[in-house]
């Protein structure tokens, strides 16, 4: 997916930019958490930050085009109020799975929690490698691609994570709260995907 040789709204990809770098912050920081949980339990402070500049990189957008700002291609406002949402999202639900394991009392995580966040840092790169090459008018595809196959991915370790809960003889207090977390590990991943849905919709308004 080839963009048109218009002009980029240089502002607003910068601060799209911005977000997908959060994303990658958060997403490495949520992985490390899982790895070495519960001792290194205060990285779940820095994704509270994260989400905190998560939400200020979205205010700044949507103040901008609040203020009536023009939009210049490839974005349209409806579209880039879509994909400034849909990045946020990520970072929320990455926080939200960090501060459910101190919500929760987990004492270790699973294996799954892991192999789902390193799906969440693949697809986090994935959406950083596509808004760049919103930027310099490169082809989208192959990223956005690969974000449906990690989406896909994560889809299968939800179901096996699930599984496993049941199978294994668990406190049933503690088989609730993993799925509360497998669930906002799914949501991340999710929003993911959607930030790949928008992605696409904009390169195929402007080819």
Not at 33 to 58: F, M, N
Request: overall charge negative; some cysteine.
């Amino acid at each position: 997916m080839f963009m048109s040789r218009r002009s980029i709204d240089r502002t607003l990809a910068d601060l799209l930019e911005e977000s997908a770098r959060n994303i990658q912050r958060a997403a490495l920081l949520l992985r490390d958490l899982l790895t070495d949980y519960p001792e290194h339990a205060g990285l779940a402070r820095e994704l509270k930050v994260c989400e905190q500049e998560g939400d200020r990189i979205a205010h700044d957008i949507f103040h901008r085009l609040a203020a009536g700002r023009r939009v210049h291609a490839p974005f349209d406002a409806g579209d880039v109020h879509a994909l400034a949402t849909a990045l946020d999202d990520v970072v929320d639900y990455a926080e939200q799975a960090g501060t459910q394991l101190g919500l929760y009392s987990v004492e270790a995580t699973m294996e799954q929690s892991i192999e789902f966040a390193d799906v969440l840092v693949g697809a986090a790169e994935q959406i950083a490698s596509a808004l760049r090459s919103l930027r310099t008018r490169t082809d989208l595809g192959p990223h956005l691609v690969e974000i449906h196959r990690l989406e896909n991915e994560g889809d299968r370790l939800q179901r096996d994570a699930v599984a496993s809960l049941f199978a294994g003889g668990i406190d049933p207090m503690m088989i609730i709260r993993w799925k509360d977390i497998f669930e906002s590990l799914e949501a991340a991943v999710d929003a993911c995907e959607r930030v790949a849905h928008i992605l696409e919709g904009i390169t195929l308004k402007h080819r």
